[in-house]
């Protein structure tokens, strides 16, 4: 009896909680990934801001996917670049540590860890590479999972550990994003 008194409410309460992806679009630095939305009514990031952000990624990329944690240093970018911030005065580090250190092999290596196809993320840190973004491998994490230099993606980096990374990053004036 009580269920069926609950069931109008939860019906009530799906339509209030969908989300409207629709005004979320691609580009202007990434085409195809980084995501995000205009917002009305704020105040605009000023042109001459300076960007210096470090991604911290631990989460791999679900079976299949690119990874959630990388693709948002691509929708820091975007979103900045498309609020008018010079994508030259944005400088991001994506320090990837623990499981999520896989989504940094190359297909090859991918394909030599019992994985099916292609790196979902390959391309994706391929593009981010050539737009300037560092990718830093946990020397910690590489040793744990068997990975050598050879296995990255070329371009990607290695520290001896992601605390390592972290602590050189802040020294040179990086700060860390929570997302």
Known sequence: MKYTALLPLLLLAAPAAAQDMSVFKTGPVF????????VEGIDTVPADTEFAIAFDVSTPAEEGKRSRGIESAARFINMHAAAGVDPDNIRIAVVIHGKASM??????????????????????????????????LCGQSGAAYGIKQEDLIPGVETALSAMTAHALLQQRGYTVNPF
């Open 31 to 38: 085409e195809e990934f980084g995501p995000h939305a205009p």
């Open 103 to 136: 989504d940094l092999l190359t297909d090859e290596a991918w394909a030599a860890k019992g994985n099916e196809g292609e790196n979902p993320s390959g391309a994706m840190v391929r593009e981010m590479l050539d737009q300037g973004v560092r990718f830093i």
